[in-house]
């Protein structure tokens, strides 16, 4: 999941609006999948994105206002009613939201990492990228299928 994670944050474009200034940092944020955060923070700590440093950080699932601040939010596995609380509240916000929580993307996530036995499946929600005003290249719908 890092290395798609990774691959989302270089091939994905976010409004330039949602940076608050030319130093601004890229925010990926982890809540509750507390193991993906130390690889995370290996993988991204010498990289930029788009000449942006990156800053790994844990989000609560009640810090909503914080999460926005956000270009990609990976979540966990958590109460099937704070996950809808969390996906309504970045529903119009350009804020990737990534999981492998099952029916991730069917319940309004963007991106769902499924897997279907030995291999892994890449779900898109585009109506939901859409909303977020995220562009996505071709080369990334080639490695999913979209379920809306």
């Known amino acids: 999941m890092v290395d798609y994670i990774t691959h989302f944050a270089h091939h994905l ?26 690889p995370l923070v290996a993988r991204l700590k010498h990289q930029s ?9 844990a989000v609560e699932p009640d810090a909503l206002r ?10 966990g596995e958590m109460a099937r009613e704070d996950l809808l609380k969390v996906i309504r509240a970045l529903e119009f916000f350009p804020v990737l939201t990534v999981s492998d929580v099952e029916r991730f993307a069917m319940i309004g996530g963007m991106i769902e990492f499924a897997s279907n036995g030995e291999n892994l499946t890449l779900q898109f929600n585009k109506t939901m990228l859409d909303r977020a005003e995220l562009k996505m290249g071709d080369s990334l719908f080639r490695l999913s299928v979209e379920v809306n």
């Open 13 to 38: 474009q976010w409004p330039i609006e949602v940076f608050s200034g030319a130093g601004a940092p890229f925010r990926v944020c982890v809540m509750e999948a507390n193991a993906l955060r130390d």
């Open 49 to 57: 994105i788009n000449g942006r440093r990156v800053l790994v950080e």
């Open 66 to 75: 914080r999460a926005r601040a956000c270009q990609i939010v990976v979540l």
